[in-house]
């Protein structure tokens, strides 16, 4: 079974600065997907960022950008020149391609943005 | 296009009185996810569903939750008897099934909140 590991409960961030969010998870599934999703508070869960497995290159998405390691089986979330709009939960979630596509999502990441 | 649709947004009930959650999911979705999100933790999957076939319940409390997706379209989650620790979010999610086109996301929608007191 897979499993999605955010090791850091809460992070904070200086607005208009830089923070990296980590995840890893452990598959032995060769084609997958991995997400970021974003949960304000009381709000709808939205999704930030997508990667597939069989990319290579890091995907970006305006401010935010990541950096899949794939043996290392690591996917960490950049978010760049932070907004007061990004304090939020953050989620890491995994997908896999096979079977009936079951997600897994991490315990997230609690992200403070002081003004 | 309509996202996924979620009622009652608020429920509150005593213990060991039963609640009905309804979910729409977007159209064309065969896949249909129910999670129960306790307060600071991540999603939990409780039953999955591809179009009106059950593939997933392995986390769901089969002793007071039940759910179905009739048609393969909406979809109604029960509890019953509720306890205290059913307190929770309780979200729904839909995808598209299948490797052609398929982004992969889940969307969801805003939850029903579950006060048990």
């Known amino acids: 079974a897979q499993t999605v590991t955010q090791s850091q409960p809460e992070m904070s961030v200086q607005e208009a600065e830089t923070v990296t969010l980590s995840c890893t998870y452990d598959?032995?599934?060769?084609?997958?997907?991995l997400f970021w999703y974003k949960q304000p508070p009381s709000r709808q869960m939205i999704l930030v960022i997508r990667?597939?497995?069989?990319?290579?290159q890091n995907a970006t998405e305006n401010r935010f950008s990541v950096n899949f390691q794939k043996a290392a089986k690591s996917f960490s979330l950049k978010i760049s020149d932070s907004q007061l709009g990004d304090a939020a939960m953050y989620f890491c979630?995994?997908?896999?391609?096979?079977?009936?596509?079951?997600?897994?999502f991490g315990t997230g990441t609690k992200l403070q943005v002081i003004p | 296009e309509a996202g996924v649709a979620q009622s009652p947004r608020y429920k509150i009930i005593e213990k060991r009185q039963s609640v009905a959650f309804w979910c729409n999911p977007i159209?064309?979705?065969?896949?249909l996810y129910w999670y129960q999100q306790i307060l600071g933790q991540g999603p939990k999957l409780l039953i999955q569903?591809?179009?009106?076939?059950?593939?997933?319940d392995s986390q769901l409390p089969k002793d007071r939750f039940s759910a179905e997706r009739l048609k393969g379209v909406d979809s109604t989650l029960k509890i019953q008897p509720a306890k205290l620790e059913d307190s929770a979010v309780y979200l729904c999610?839909?995808?598209?099934?299948?490797?052609?086109?398929?982004?992969?996301?889940?969307?969801f929608g805003e939850g029903s909140r579950l006060t048990v007191l």
């Open positions: 979630a995994y997908r896999s391609d096979w079977g009936y596509q079951k997600v897994t």
């Open positions: 569903f591809q179009n009106n076939g059950v593939v997933d």
């Open positions: 999610a839909s995808s598209f099934f299948g490797r052609t086109g398929n982004t992969g996301e889940l969307f």
């Open positions: 598959t032995s599934e060769s084609d997958y997907y």
């Open positions: 990667q597939e497995a069989y990319k290579q």
């Open positions: 159209s064309g979705h065969a896949t």
